[in-house]
């Protein structure tokens, strides 16, 4: 079946400090979304793609979708303590837009 | 207020007994779900319904039934619980837009422990 490869698994970085992973498909996605999940909470959306090439911010926050619509990538500049959290990509399985694949994460930590 | 709203949030349990977990949306859409996060944080797709019709059912035991009374609803019952079923799950909802635009909102998860 359909599977995203987020990459890296995990980071530990200094506040301050800028970030950048990345979601890999071998299929082609017509859509690539961010999610953030907090301890305990549900995945929050953070950014919603649907142009390949596409480059879009929300805050600290930018992603892109990738020209071969097999790859996506989200930055956050200047890390905060509050960015703390996994970080899911997302696009719709073969079987339609109702149903989301998720990438495993990248579980994201911040050295104060 | 809360959009996607879930209770419990927390579930013990014995291995056997059956249980519900309900959810709520208020955000007037037309699609709600069911998600499973096991312990390595994958999320996987349980059930998805429209209007209150079935339209996807993954590779779920039968022992767990979704039941829709309204579109604003969506609970999860899960009979004779195994140790297997241990997880939290994620309701969520989207409004269904141009083909492929697919946001889910998700509620804040039970988890679900069985003893």
């Known amino acids: 079946g359909q599977q995203l490869n987020q990459s890296p698994q995990s980071m530990f970085i200094q506040e301050g400090e800028d970030v950048s992973m990345n979601c890999t498909s071998s299929s082609i996605f017509n859509t690539w979304l961010w999610y953030k999940q907090d301890p305990g909470e549900g995945p929050v959306l953070l950014i919603a793609?649907?142009?390949?090439?596409e480059l879009t911010s929300n805050g600290r926050l930018t992603a892109q979708f990738g020209i071969t619509r097999k790859d996506s990538f989200l930055n956050i500049s200047a890390s905060i303590p509050s960015d703390v959290g996994i970080y899911f990509c997302a696009g719709p399985g073969i079987q339609g837009a109702q149903k989301l694949v998720f990438g495993q994460g990248t579980r994201l930590t911040i050295n104060p | 207020d809360t959009a996607v709203s879930q209770t419990p949030k927390y579930l013990v349990t014995q291995m056997g007994n059956d249980k519900s977990i309900k959810c709520e949306q208020n955000l007037g859409h037309d699609t709600m779900y069911w998600y499973k996060q096991d312990s390595k944080k994958f999320l996987k797709i349980m059930f998805s319904y429209n209007n209150k019709e079935l339209i996807i059912n993954e590779t779920v035991p039968n022992r767990f039934s979704p039941k829709s009374p309204d579109k604003a609803h969506l609970n999860l019952h899960i009979n004779s619980l195994e140790l297997g079923d241990s997880a939290v799950y994620f309701c969520a909802s989207s409004q269904d837009r141009r083909a492929g635009e697919n946001e889910q909102f998700f509620g804040p998860g039970t988890r679900l422990t069985v003893l």
């Open positions: 793609l649907y142009k390949a090439g």
